[in-house]
């Protein structure tokens, strides 16, 4: 640090003084810096001595301000002493006052109630034990001087002849009521509520009490009246006693201001005395009959028109024309379930439709008359019917949906009669279940099969009418009902789409039966025809329509049925009911191609391939089934969907690719031109089968399926390289290719390739000390000729041959060709497959073969 600054005080030096001329200035600067230290100097001194005097100043300045705190505290303890004493003088003075105060307000709260008693009270009373009595609990606190003031400034009103003598409201509402004048009644009534009102805390009071008491009576005179005058009502006398109606008027008035029970027991009264009649005409009587409901609703509406006069007596606010068709409709409800429950067998269809459609069309009159909406309706029919045909007999129907908004008074009249048939509509479905599944019946004997030229949906028509008959019964049930019997409805819907399915399921070839196709080899094997190629994929797009179309069916009655029930609508079992039929369908369209090529199969064993002598163009065989392929597919492909034509590929696919496999060693020798021969047919079986999806005009899903043609026919190609391939290296060569293989299959290999026996011990001695493979021996074939020949005959459908793909892999192959483009629906049909494999192992072949 030092030898810093010494380079730096050299510098500065150096740079004042550069040369030696300019040394002649170093005096001169000199004098200045001792002038610049001295003034600095004095500076400092300065400013040490200012110091000096500031601390001595601050220390008497705190010692000033700690004593002006002292003082503070000193002054505030003194002010809070005075506010203290001050406190307790006011106290003091205001003690008295507040005596005065509390006495001035009871005083004024008691003349307010002696002027609001000499409105009740009558005659001469001792007022002024009346008021001290009053005012008991405020005089106590008072001395007799207090007391004595009080009583003179009492005493002038107790003796004022007005005030005493004032005529009694209550006296005034005696006389009116003897005199049944209502109208000027019901104002002096509302009068004397309000000022007993202001007595409520006085009861306790003698005189108060029995004023109470005869007001009470009078109220109940008044009520006597005029239930008295309202028995008149409706017996004639309104027509001879002119002012009757406006007396009755007035009368209701005063059954306002009465309490609010007054006036339910004369509605009630009045209601019950008009539905008497009612009530002795539809019961125990002819009229007591279900076809007679309609006159029911008839005699009411009657009623209500030619008593509108009487109902203009009653205020609107009381509503009693629509209490009164709410008790009749209690009534009615009650007469139909006494009618309904009594009947001996159950009831006729159409009567019972019948009421109840007239039923709902009352409760709907009634709903848009009291303020309870109305429900959209469709436009009737052009011929003005609102019946509908059920085996030639008519009913009515509705069209619309429920509206339970509640009515202005708070009554919905929906459902309030019609509910009770709801028990007994049982019939009506059982009818309507009948009726569908004739329909089915009819629309199956009547069905084509067949689907005009150009149809874009490729669908059955009697699919179409089978759900169009559906909507029509869910219409008209919907209109009657929304509860238990639309749901009942919905089972029966179910119902019929399953005898549906089980219809086209039905229609599909079968296989072969019976002796004959037992000898014939034909046994379980189906035979198509291009028409029924046709057939089954109507049948496939027909099932999808059905299965989609059903759950439509669902969300829509889940929407107009009740609550309660809208969790319990699922078309589930149908739509896998649908679903197998589908499957069932694709699967007997494999199987008839199958079939069609046995004799091919067959004439592939004929050939002589031990003795060829020459490799030349393919195979006849294999044009003939070029040949079946170029017939069947363009159609399938055109009528199929891109999901259904490539599950029937994959399934095409692998019954072929194995068949072919297990058709080789159906042959009883093969010599080596024979097995170059037979490689060049196998290619061109792979090339034939991998332009399928181009044949039929489906490329979309063709990368996937060419795959799987490819691994299928590289099994036959591997095995044809085999028995190409030299004695010395055939082992290696099968083990290379064929790593699955066993030494039975090794040793058919052996024959095909014309090995003795005899000479066959070596290479399979030197085969066996490789290891065998893991392949299944439930594929293996038997090493006897005659084995080696009926093995592969029970293996001509692959599909009904254990182990040629293992279950599971089949599994997997048909969910991923179900799963291709598949929507919601594919896991459905994907568990449509395997349902039947949970319950029995072996049921999944079965579901394939049928």
């Not at 006011?90 to 006495?103: G, P």
């Not at 609001?116 to 106590?140: H, N, Q, S, W």
């Not at 306002?256 to 125990?284: H, M, W």
């Not at 490689?679 to 899903?701: C, F, R």
Request: net charge neutral.
């Amino acid at each position: 640090m030092a030898t810093t600054d010494k380079q730096n005080a050299l510098e500065y030096i150096n740079q004042m003084f550069p040369t030696e001329a300019s040394l002649s200035g170093v005096e001169p600067l000199m004098q200045k810096i001792h002038g610049d230290i001295r003034r600095v100097d004095t500076e400092i001194l300065a400013a040490v001595r200012q110091q000096s005097n500031s601390g001595s100043k601050a220390r008497e300045d705190l010692a000033a301000a700690t004593h002006a705190v002292q003082e503070l505290i000193y002054k505030i303890r003194e002010i809070k002493t005075k506010a203290e004493q001050s406190e307790t003088m006011v106290q003091e003075i205001c003690r008295d006052i507040k005596k005065l105060d509390f006495a001035k307000k009871h005083i004024t709260t008691t003349i307010t109630a002696l002027h609001r008693l000499t409105m009740l009270v009558l005659g001469k009373i001792p007022l002024i034990f009346l008021l001290f009595g009053l005012l008991k609990p405020v005089v106590k606190s008072f001395d007799k001087k207090g007391v004595g003031l009080i009583a003179s400034f009492l005493f002038p009103f107790t003796l004022n002849p007005l005030f005493c003598m004032t005529v009694s409201a209550v006296e005034q509402l005696q006389v009116m009521a003897s005199k049944r004048q209502y109208k000027e009644a019901a104002a002096q009534l509302e009068a004397v509520n309000q000022l007993c009102s202001h007595f409520e805390a006085y009861r306790d009071i003698p005189r108060i009490t029995e004023l109470r008491e005869k007001f009470k009576s009078i109220k109940q005179i008044l009520k006597s009246h005029v239930f008295s005058d309202f028995s008149s009502l409706g017996t004639g006398k309104e027509a001879e006693e002119t002012n009757l109606l406006q007396q009755l008027s007035d009368a209701c008035l005063v059954v306002d201001a009465l309490e609010p029970s007054v006036r339910e027991e004369l509605v009630k009264n009045f209601c019950s005395r008009e539905l008497t009649s009612y009530q002795q005409i539809f019961e125990g009587s002819e009229l007591a009959k279900l076809d007679k409901t309609e006159r029911r609703y008839a005699w009411i509406k009657r009623r209500l028109r030619t008593n509108e006069e009487i109902w203009k007596i009653f205020p609107s606010s009381w509503h009693v024309p629509y209490l009164l068709c709410i008790q009749f409709c209690k009534l009615t409800r009650t007469q139909l379930v006494e009618i309904l429950s009594n009947l001996k067998e159950k009831p006729d269809v159409g009567t019972l439709l019948l009421a109840l459609q007239r039923t709902l069309e009352f409760e709907e009159e009634l709903a848009e008359k009291f303020g309870g909406g109305s429900r959209s309706r469709e436009p009737r029919s052009d011929n003005g019917e609102d019946m509908m045909e059920f085996n030639n007999q008519t009913v009515s129907d509705i069209h619309g949906h429920a509206d339970l908004s509640v009515p202005s008074a708070g009554f919905n009249f929906r459902g309030i009669v019609s509910s009770c048939f709801e028990p007994y509509l049982s019939v009506y479905v059982e009818l309507e279940e009948k009726t569908l599944m004739e329909h089915l019946e009819k629309l199956v004997q009547e069905e084509t099969w067949d689907i005009e030229e150009g149809s874009q949906t490729n669908i059955l028509s009697s699919s179409m009418q089978v759900f169009l008959i559906i909507r029509r019964t869910l219409k008209r049930c919907s209109a009657l009902t929304k509860s238990q019997t639309l749901f009942d409805m919905f089972k029966v819907f179910q119902k019929i789409l399953k005898a549906y399915a089980t219809k086209l399921f039905a229609r599909l070839p079968k296989g072969g039966t019976g002796i004959v196709a037992a000898a014939t080899g034909m046994d379980g094997q189906i035979k198509t025809s291009d028409r029924d190629e046709r057939i089954i994929c109507y049948i496939v797009n027909t099932a999808e329509y059905c299965q989609k179309t059903s759950d439509e069916l669902a969300e829509n009655v889940s929407k107009i049925v009740e609550p309660q029930f809208a969790d319990k609508i699922d078309m589930s079992e149908v739509q896998d009911e649908f679903s197998a039929v589908i499957t069932k369908a694709l699967v007997t369209l494999v199987q008839g191609i199958e079939t069609k090529f046995d004799a091919e199969m067959a004439a592939m064993t004929r050939v002589p391939w031990g003795t060829l002598e020459s490799v030349g163009d393919q195979s006849e065989y294999v044009n003939v089934i070029n040949t079946i392929l170029n017939a069947s597919i363009p159609v399938l492909g055109r009528l199929l969907t891109p999901l259904y034509f490539q599950f029937f590929l994959d399934k095409l696919a692998s019954s072929l690719g194995p068949r072919f496999y297990l058709n080789i060693f159906k042959c009883k020798l093969i010599s080596e031109t024979g097995a170059q021969q037979m490689l060049l047919d196998t290619q061109a079986v792979k090339t034939i089968l991998l332009d399928i999806p181009s044949l039929g005009k489906q490329t979309s899903t063709a990368s996937g399926y060419s795959k799987f043609v490819s691994r299928e026919m590289s099994k036959a190609e591997a095995l044809l390289k085999v028995i190409l391939s030299p004695l010395d290296s055939v082992a290696d060569t099968y083990c290379a290719l064929l790593p699955e293989g066993n030494p039975t299959e090794f040793q058919r290999i052996l024959d095909l390739k014309g090995l003795k026996r005899a000479d066959q011990q070596s290479i399979l001695d030197d085969y066996n000390k490789r290891g065998s493979g893991t392949y299944s021996t439930n594929a293996a074939v038997p090493a006897t000729p005659s084995a080696s020949i009926a093995a592969p005959v029970t293996a001509a459908n692959p599909s009904t041959t254990p182990g040629i793909i293992p279950l599971k892999e089949e599994l997997v192959a048909r969910a991923a060709a179900l799963g291709r483009g598949a929507a919601s629906t594919g896991i459905r049909r994907i568990l449509a497959l395997t349902e039947s494999t949970n319950k029995d192992p072996g049921a999944f072949r079965k579901l394939f073969t049928g």
